[in-house]
């Protein structure tokens, strides 16, 4: 009897490429190529939330709260310990560096002279830091954006596809917040949907996991860590420790859509128990963020992960 094809590869069927995909493509590819040959690390960070389109032609979307924090700054502390990064992140969610400009007017901290402009006095030394660093990180930072949530997991295929070459230098760290319902294209109407029409009722299909194809096929030697995220507390190990056990990926990190910016959990295959990291009230008062310390933390489970496949 002939097998049907898993729920993944008829998504992919079904939801055409994003604009530029090659393009992008070629991009990652010549990044992965070039870190191989160095054996440098690579960090694939996923950022920003998906939108789910109601039109072809699409006037209205379904999107979620995600900002793109936890990405933008996981990406900063990934350069900062010596990893190339690729941000794959929602179009106009915060990005690495820029993210400390957000919600800052730039004409007020210029000031306008009679022949040039510059950074005025009390910008200085902020602005001199962030800039500092991205000037001497952008050479290892690629920028990919997408919108929609099959813009977002064609690239993400193409991407683990691409850093299978890495083998276990490469790194997923899949911290965007993925829709897990959406409608086909073949099922949404090509034109703006008309209110002339009445009440509107939406029947959503399920998206296919594709952690269970990124693990076993796109990037099987990869150190995979992925995200999940509840409102319940008391659900949160729970349903982490089930997805690693579903998946068998290296790390879950559970977080509580609420208190996601001074608490997350960890659990790998290796313990039976979660590490929690909690940002304490000094770590606050002297601006941590907690994005710092899961990726030093990360760092180390992903040299012991390089270390025992070498040598496995
Ligand atoms: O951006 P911020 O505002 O800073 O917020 C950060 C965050 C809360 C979005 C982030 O920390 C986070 O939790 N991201 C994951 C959110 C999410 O999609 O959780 P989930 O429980 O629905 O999915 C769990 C995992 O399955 C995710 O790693 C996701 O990439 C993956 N997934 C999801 C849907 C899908 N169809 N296929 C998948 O493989």
């Known amino acids: 009897m002939a097998q049907e094809d898993p729920s993944w590869k008829t998504f992919f069927e079904e939801n055409p490429k994003?604009?530029?995909?090659?393009?992008?493509?070629?991009?990652?590819?010549?990044?992965?190529?070039?870190?191989?040959?160095?054996?440098?690390?690579?960090?694939?960070?996923?950022?920003?939330?998906?939108?789910?389109?109601?039109?072809?032609?699409?006037?209205?979307?379904?999107?979620?709260?995600?900002?793109?924090?936890?990405?933008?700054?996981?990406?900063?502390?990934?350069?900062?310990?010596?990893?190339?990064?690729?941000?794959?992140?929602?179009?106009?969610?915060?990005?690495?560096?820029?993210?400390?400009?957000?919600?800052?007017?730039?004409?007020?901290?210029?000031?306008?002279?009679?022949?040039?402009?510059?950074?005025?006095?009390?910008?200085?030394?902020?602005?001199?830091?962030?800039?500092?660093?991205?000037?001497?990180?952008?050479?290892?930072?690629?920028?990919?954006?997408?919108?929609?949530?099959?813009?977002?997991?064609?690239?993400?295929?193409?991407?683990?596809?691409?850093?299978?070459?890495?083998?276990?230098l490469a790194l997923l760290y899949l911290a965007a917040a993925v829709s897990d319902f959406y409608i086909p294209t073949s099922q949404m109407p090509h034109h703006k949907i008309q209110s002339s029409g009445g009440p509107l009722s939406l029947s959503l299909q399920l998206v296919p996991k594709m952690l269970a194809p990124l693990v076993t096929l796109w990037a099987p030697n990869a150190f995979v860590v992925s995200f999940k995220l509840e409102t319940n507390e008391t659900l949160l190990e729970t349903k982490s420790k089930e997805s690693l056990l579903k998946y068998h990926h290296n790390v879950v990190i559970g977080n509580i859509l609420n208190s996601r910016k001074v608490y997350v959990t960890l659990v790998d295959s290796a313990s039976s128990s979660a590490e929690e990291i909690r940002l304490s009230a000094s770590d606050l008062e002297n601006g941590v963020e907690i994005e710092s310390k899961i990726v030093e933390n990360l760092k180390i489970r992903h040299e012991k992960y390089y270390a025992n496949h070498k040598t496995g």
């Open 18 to 168: 994003p604009t530029n995909f090659d393009k992008n493509v070629k991009l990652i590819q010549d990044v992965c190529q070039h870190a191989a040959v160095k054996k440098n690390r690579v960090a694939l960070i996923t950022s920003g939330g998906t939108t789910v389109p109601l039109e072809q032609n699409t006037v209205r979307f379904i999107d979620n709260f995600s900002a793109g924090t936890r990405g933008s700054a996981s990406a900063e502390y990934f350069l900062d310990a010596g990893y190339q990064v690729i941000f794959l992140h929602r179009s106009k969610s915060l990005e690495p560096y820029s993210r400390h400009l957000v919600g800052r007017n730039i004409f007020d901290m210029i000031e306008v002279l009679p022949d040039h402009i510059t950074v005025g006095d009390k910008h200085q030394i902020e602005l001199r830091v962030v800039a500092e660093k991205y000037q001497r990180h952008k050479c290892n930072l690629l920028m990919i954006s997408f919108n929609t949530l099959a813009d977002y997991l064609w690239l993400l295929q193409a991407t683990a596809q691409k850093m299978q070459i890495l083998g276990p």
